[in-house]
Nanobody
Framework: QLQASGGGLVQAGGSLRLSCGAS????????MGWFRQAPGKEREFVAAISWNGASTNYGDHVKGRFTISRDNANRSVYLQMNNLKSEDTAVYYC????????????????WGQGTLVTVSS
């Protein structure tokens, strides 16, 4: 089970840090990622990080503004979002794959409940 938190209302140009922790099932977590879904739009990829944090991927729309990181000791992943824009408004979901999967690909098996980020212009 994944639990995301940290969403809220922020002005354009501001920052937020999202957190997501894993609990419950005793599985070894592999790559973790963040996705988002804006009203009326399809879910889109935001960022992903390998199991050891050595590799990261970002969607083109957030490169240079968002940073993904993880803390395996606490089974958590984070998303630092800077220079937020109104188009970043969405529900953000964290996701995880079992250990051994590649960082690329949408084969995530575990999903959090989502946290709402609203950016006012």
């Amino acid at each position: 089970q994944l639990q995301a938190s940290g969403g809220g209302l922020v002005q354009a140009g501001g920052s937020l840090r999202l957190s997501c922790g894993a609990s419950g099932r005793t599985f070894t977590i592999g790559p973790m990622g963040w996705f988002r879904q804006a009203p009326g739009k399809e879910r889109e990829f935001v960022a992903a990080i390998s199991w050891n944090g050595a590799s990261t991927n970002y969607g083109d729309h957030v490169k240079g503004r968002f940073t993904i990181s993880r803390d395996n000791a606490n089974r958590s992943v984070y998303l630092q979002m800077n220079n937020l824009k109104s188009e970043d408004t969405a529900v953000y979901y964290c996701a995880a794959k079992p250990y051994g999967r590649a960082i690329v690909g949408d084969d995530y098996e575990y999903w959090g409940q989502g946290t709402l980020v609203t950016v006012s212009s």
